[in-house]
């Protein structure tokens, strides 16, 4: 009875959703965009872009012109971190993480911390050029993340130095508010550019936009590390 | 049309979430139903000929772009996906270690 | 003095606190009354941020309607987070990210923002209710709080593809070209379902009971009093300016509304448990302003939401503790609490016949003069349904309060701190207070929320 009930319910939303865009005229076609109608268009503009001097226009978008949605948006990744730590109780012990199923050899150990080091520079590459091409703070984030948790189920022994993590996680966070309010200081609104745009195409181009992607790269990368280790060793719970 | 493809999945998603009674089975519901609503995020960007929103050497003027808007709000609104998931995921942790079951019908407790 | 410094000081403080958990509940306090100094400094209007004009940037709106909300929020959690303190340290870091993610709500004119906004207070909000120790409580919630936010979103992105702009102002002039109605009722319903989760509206409510009905001191006033009012406020700019119910879709969303009073106020009448009546005494409030936002009564749905607010923290804060004390929070068992409590007893009193509306009270104050404007608009039904309502909420309040004051055989006794005490009695002060002098009430009207006037001034 549930199920058929939910199936209701799951098809009319579904029907009601797309009868409506289908008989809309103002919803698109796909594919059939108009982008001068949008605010999309000023993005793409040419002196916009000279202004930004972000190569990569999402970039520019994300970092830059809504810039306080990505605050926001770090903001959400550090209280569900913290949530996590907080679900999970306390500070973490030392010997309570959790057994692998196997004993990890020699071979994996080193072979993963190999591995280690390319994802890390890898990753360090990404959250670099986030402003020139794909990518940028959180996928390099995610994958300073990734390569921690290798190394957590390749070696039994393992733990990440997770105070480091709070701490870097902290000061990255504030760090990207303190930036903000300079540009309340030196220029007239939060999070305004107050360094000079540069040349479109150099790394070192965009003003205040790579220093807060490797901000953003690192308080993601601490954030996800601190969810996994918190995942992986065994506290009191709630 | 591929819109309508996300929008199934996003129903999907909410059938899962009502008839499941299993918690994981309802963080990966929730899951779906967020894939299905980032599809169709980006697809309101698409355009036919249009290329990636960056501008390379190569670049003049009269390019035509897809929409670079919707791929910053999914970004954003991957990564909250991911915080309210790890969270989920979090009390459903805690939920076994209280009960010793992930079914909402076995919990001693009412509900 | 710029408005951002309301959102991005408790970030800071928030990012900052996890470095020295001893300072964090300082850091809170300091915060707070850092919010509540500078927002008197502020002057009204936009402010961009980032330097980009709108509609290419974020940008915030500080205006009457926001600055009541935004005293009331800090006000509210400065008072909670007092209280608390000593007993719920960690969840400092939390509440500092909350009255963030609040006043970030509040202040915002992007709907894509407001989502945001709307996830950072709804993950606080989840994580606030985890110190209930339910946890099957607090996933029901996190699940339907998500799948909500996903509704709001999906309704933001169609209207984004529609008009192509994602800042509220720009978007109501573009609607207003437009103008066809029939287009919108998909991406309002969606988002209306998204705001109506968090806004405890029928039928998406099925979350309150729990996560209420178990609460302490902290989760109790924090998620009936602070969210309720705020969301209170969102959900009154977005009926007021943006929503466009018109014909049959009129009809079901004041139906809902109607059954939504109804419900709660029954199931309140039929419950035995003290934090089961507030819970769903505060449902049919929920109702009730939506109601009025609806029918485009914006000052005295105001009113309502800060007079209730005001007594709701102090309703929870009063049972809650008694309830720790005593184990239970059936009515029986916690007969004669307040023989021994006169100064606690009187001011609870004076809060609940004022959520009745009682005269000499603000409630009354409020509902005499929304009921006045109802009878204006010519909507009677909802005139008689309000009026039955209040009876039903009357009965069972009377009924109550005689039996927290009789004591039985055996005499049980709840001790209140003095701050206890202090918070109790100058909030029955101030209902005291404007339900008599109701001059400064008057000094506004309908238009304090000026969305509407700079959408029409280009």
Do not use: C
Not at chain 1, 144 to 171: C, H, M, P, Q, T
Not at chain 3, 74 to 81: E, G, H, M
Not at chain 3, 244 to 252: A, D, H, R, T
């Amino acid at each position: 009875m549930k199920n058929i009930l939910g199936l209701f319910v799951a098809l009319l939303l579904g029907v009601f959703i797309i009868l409506a865009l289908d008989t809309s005229a103002s919803f698109p076609e796909f594919g059939d965009i108009d982008l001068t109608e949008r605010v999309s268009d000023e993005y793409l503009d040419g002196n916009n872009i000279d202004d930004v001097g972000s190569a990569n226009i999402v970039t520019a978008i994300v970092v830059g012109y809504r810039g306080f949605d990505t605050l926001g948006e770090v903001t959400v990744l550090f209280i569900s971190a913290l949530g996590v730590a907080l679900v999970f109780g306390g500070v973490p012990n030392k010997q309570n993480r959790l057994d692998l199923k196997f004993k990890p050899n020699f071979m994996l150990k080193t072979g993963s911390k190999i591995i280690f080091g390319f994802i890390l520079v890898t990753s360090l590459y990404i959250i670099f050029h986030g402003h020139l091409s794909p990518g940028g703070g959180f996928p390099g984030g995610a994958m300073i993340a990734s390569a921690i948790l290798l190394l957590y189920l390749s070696d039994d022994k393992f733990r990440s130095n997770v105070k480091g993590f709070k701490l870097l996680e902290g000061i990255a966070g504030s760090l990207f508010v303190i930036i903000g309010l300079l540009g309340l200081v030196f220029a007239t609104y939060f999070l305004q550019n107050f360094l000079p745009a540069g040349t479109v195409g150099e790394i070192l181009s965009a003003g205040i936009i790579p220093i807060i992607y490797v901000l953003i790269g690192l308080k993601v990368g601490s954030e996800i590390s601190g969810i996994v280790d918190n995942f992986l060793t065994e506290g009191e719970s709630v | 049309m591929i819109q309508y493809a996300a929008i199934i999945l996003f129903v999907f998603g909410i059938y899962g979430l009502l008839t499941n009674r299993n918690i994981i089975k309802m963080i990966i519901s929730l899951n779906i139903m967020e894939v299905g609503l980032f599809i169709f995020i980006i697809s309101i960007g698409f355009s036919y000929d249009g290329i990636a929103p960056i501008i390379t050497s190569a670049s003049g003027s009269g390019l035509i772009y897809v929409d670079p808007l919707p791929q910053a709000l999914v970004l954003t609104a991957i990564v909250i996906g991911v915080g309210t998931t790890a969270l989920a995921l979090a009390i459903a942790k805690s939920i076994h270690n209280k009960y010793n079951t992930f079914n909402l019908d076995e919990m001693e407790e009412e509900l | 003095m710029s408005p951002i410094l309301l959102v991005a000081v408790p970030l800071l403080a928030a990012f900052l606190s996890i470095l020295s958990k001893k300072l964090a509940p300082y850091l809170l306090l300091a915060v707070g009354v850092f919010n509540l100094v500078i927002l008197f400094f502020i002057p009204l209007g936009f402010e961009i941020i980032g330097g980009f004009n709108q509609p290419l940037g974020i940008n915030l709106l500080l205006d009457t309607y926001s600055k009541i909300a935004l005293i009331l929020i800090n006000v509210l959690i400065i008072v909670i987070a007092f209280l608390n303190i000593g007993k719920y340290n960690k969840f400092s870091s939390i509440l500092l990210l909350a009255m963030g993610g609040l006043n970030g709500l509040v202040l915002t004119n992007d709907l894509f923002n407001l989502f945001v906004f709307l996830e950072i207070s709804g993950i606080a909000a989840y994580l606030i209710t985890s110190s209930n120790k339910k946890p099957v409580k607090t996933f029901h919630y996190l699940i339907l709080g998500a799948v909500g936010s996903s509704l709001f979103l999906f309704g933001v992105v169609i209207l984004y593809s529609m008009f192509g702009t994602l800042n509220m102002v720009d978007m109501i002039q573009k609607i207003q070209i437009t103008n066809n109605y029939k287009e919108l009722i998909l991406p309002f319903t969606l988002m209306f379902i998204g705001l109506g989760v968090e806004a405890k509206l029928l039928p998406f409510n099925s979350w309150v009971k729990g996560v209420l009905g178990k609460s302490n001191t902290l989760s109790g006033p924090m998620i009936g009093g602070v969210y309720a009012a705020a969301i209170g406020f969102v959900l009154g700019r977005y009926i007021n300016n943006l929503f466009m119910f018109e014909g049959n879709l009129l009809i079901v969303v004041i139906a809902l509304l109607a059954l939504g009073i109804l419900v709660g106020e029954a199931m309140a009448f039929s419950s035995t448990k003290v934090r089961e009546i507030l819970l769903f005494s505060s449902i049919a409030q929920a109702s009730i302003v939506a109601l009025l936002f609806v029918n485009g009564i914006v000052l005295w749905a105001v009113y309502y939401i800060v007079a209730a607010a005001l007594s709701k923290t102090v309703l929870f804060l009063v049972i809650n503790k008694a309830t720790k004390e005593v184990g239970s929070d059936e009515i029986s068992k916690l007969k004669g609490l307040f023989s021994n409590n006169l100064v606690v007893g009187v001011a609870f009193t004076l809060v609940t016949l004022s959520v009745m509306g009682l005269p000499l009270l603000v409630g009354f104050v409020v509902k005499l003069n929304f009921l006045t404007e109802l009878a204006v608009n010519n909507q009677i039904w909802l005139i008689i349904l309000i009026l039955v309502a209040s009876v039903v909420e009357g009965i069972y309040f009377v009924r109550m309060l005689v039996k927290l004051w009789y004591p039985e055989d055996n005499v049980i006794s709840v001790k209140y701190n003095l701050s206890f005490k202090v918070v109790f009695v100058v909030i029955a002060l101030i209902l005291l207070t404007f339900g008599t002098y109701t001059a400064p009430l008057k000094n506004y009207d309908n238009t304090i929320d000026t969305i509407q006037e700079v959408v029409d001034n280009g």
